[in-house]
């Protein structure tokens, strides 16, 4: 009783506190066992890649994939990020990530800025359209855009996978950055105007920074949904070169057919960077997460 | 501060100007999206009633290649799958992170680590996701290994390599991912329901169960819609976690209209008929697309 943290709430009737506290003791337990029992069996695949990351070739190949580890060698990692060219497809994909995330959400804070702080007209449709963008399919658009890179002459390569990255992923970016600035007060826009500020100003020294939790949030997701990318990678990409880590992983699997060390290693490589971004962001990354949830 | 709360009139005066800067603004992305995707959206349909191997001019079929769908024995198992995938795959996540939401939703000792676990695969690729399971799956992975140890060693199986299976083997994964993900979303939902609901129905003696169907249930409607959403628009894109799995096969069995799209478009270079599958997807998630527009329409104002 003295350890649960009673709620705020509770209403003060306390009848038998003896079997009370009993019961509620095994409620507790039972929490424990469902939630702990389903942690477990969630964070497990988790542990079997890495155990299988850090054991050795021959280990694996007498023992099996299924067999307790016998071994400990951390050659694999090496071996994924050097001759598997796992550190050249995580330039590539740095390459092509950063400049996505920060120009899709420069692009789209100035459109929700115009959209949300001011009488632009159809204002409303024009949000709703760029949102109905990001909600098609994307396989509706694969085809096209590989031409119109192709057209273009920027096929195969990062630049082209950026601008549609960016393009693809505006509208929705809009839609919760101009959500979250109508929610401004006011006040502080007019001051800004009694004090002489222009439009690009105000954006930029007040609403902009006003704007932060919500920019991490969709900063955090964007990166994540950026990075973990397969599909438009293997649209608008085709030399091994220039592939990001997503499809070089796929590559991974299919020169190291059996060394399932290496494969294992290559894909603990690969969540790196997302996890980081989670672990410094996660308050964020979660309420991004739930946006659109509690509307 | 005071001082400066102009009266209702003139802030809406001072909104109606619009500086032409801003019109900047609004142009570049909404010109860059119109032209990486609205155009190509349009290009694709047109792409739909075409055959074309990507290098000679597309010639214009009309319907031919929807025509073809009708007696295309690989469409059929692909759209069939779509489908389950929509039923198992949306169902299953939406039941489940509902439960699992419900589950963790009251702050006590240790549901942060809970939450976190459960929520930890949302963060990975699906491709890395599908070499972890992979290495469990194989002939001498963990899942036969275990069947094996409790005695149903008849049970084993290589999962990914048989028709029969390959589907809900890759299915496994995806849920394994989505799970969390659902659950973030109703948690949000849940701590958006006002608690003196709950204690108004404590007092009146409630059991859990009526709280759950009287309050909690009424209460996440928009959750709901937003999850139902989410889910079905996410099982129509869903393709690197069959992609990296299997390819779509082997022979086709675990293919969905969205690897199968891929495939047609860009190792068979049917690009007509492909872009027709994508106008197939597009048409499924139509419905989706508009009722989600509708609502944040609505919320919007």
Known sequence: ????????????????????????????????????????????????????????????????????????????????????????????????????????????????????????????????????????????????????????????????????????????????????????????????????????????????????????????????????????????????????????LLGLQGQYVSNWNVIAAGSVIAAVPTVLVFLRFQKHFISGLAIGAIK | MAVLNAPAVRRRRAMRRVPPVLLLFVLVPVVVEGFWVFWPALQGFYLSLTNWDGVSAPSFVGLGNYAEMLSDDIFGTAALNTVIWIVLFGGISAAGGLGLALLLNRERRGVGFYRAALFTPVVFSLVATSLIWQVIYQPDGVVNKLLAAVGLGSWQHSWLADPQTALYAVLIPALWRQLGYVMVLYLAGLKGIDPALYEAAKLDGATSVQQFRHITWPQLRS?????????????????????????????????????????????????????ALAVVIFVLAFGVIVTYLVRAFREDQ
Do not use: C
Request: glycine fraction near 8%; proline fraction near 6%; charged fraction near 10%.
């Open chain 1, 1 to 248: 009783m003295t350890t649960t943290k009673p709620a705020a709430t509770v209403p003060v009737v306390r009848p038998a506190p003896a079997r009370r506290s009993r019961r509620r003791q095994a409620r507790t337990f039972g929490f424990h066992l469902t939630a702990g029992g389903l942690a477990v069996l969630w964070l497990l695949p988790i542990a079997l890649v890495l155990t299988t990351s850090v054991r050795s070739f021959s280990d694996i190949a007498s023992n099996g994939l299924g067999a307790l580890p016998g071994s400990f060698d951390l050659g694999s990692f090496g071996e994924a990020w050097g001759v598997g060219g796992g550190g050249h497809a995580m330039l590539n994909s740095l390459v092509v990530t950063i400049p996505t995330v920060l120009l899709s959400l420069l692009l789209a804070a100035a459109a929700a800025f115009a959209l949300s702080r001011y009488r632009i007209p159809f204002r409303r449709t024009i949000i709703l359209v760029m949102l109905s963008g990001n909600l098609l399919p994307p396989q509706i658009l694969l085809v096209p855009v590989a031409k119109l890179s192709e057209l273009l002459g920027i096929y195969d390569t990062l630049t082209a996978l950026v601008i549609v990255q960016v393009g693809f992923g505006l509208g929705f970016y809009t839609f919760v950055l101009q959500g979250f600035m109508r929610s401004i007060p006011d006040e502080l826009q007019q001051a800004a105007v009694i004090d002489g500020a222009g439009p690009v100003q105000i954006f930029w020294r007040i609403i902009l920074p006003m704007t932060r939790p919500a920019l991490a949030a969709l900063g955090a997701l964007a990166f994540t949904w950026t990075f973990n990318d397969l599909l438009w990678s293997i649209t608008v990409l085709r030399t091994e070169t220039v592939m990001p880590v997503t499809p070089a």
């Open chain 2, 223 to 275: 959750v709901n819609s937003v999850v139902l959403s989410v889910i079905i628009i996410d099982s129509l894109r869903s393709f690197d976690v069959v992609w990296s799995m299997t390819k779509g096969g082997p022979y086709h069995s675990s293919e969905l209209l969205s690897t199968y799209m891929y495939a047609t478009a860009f190792q068979s270079l049917r690009l007509g008929y492909a872009s």
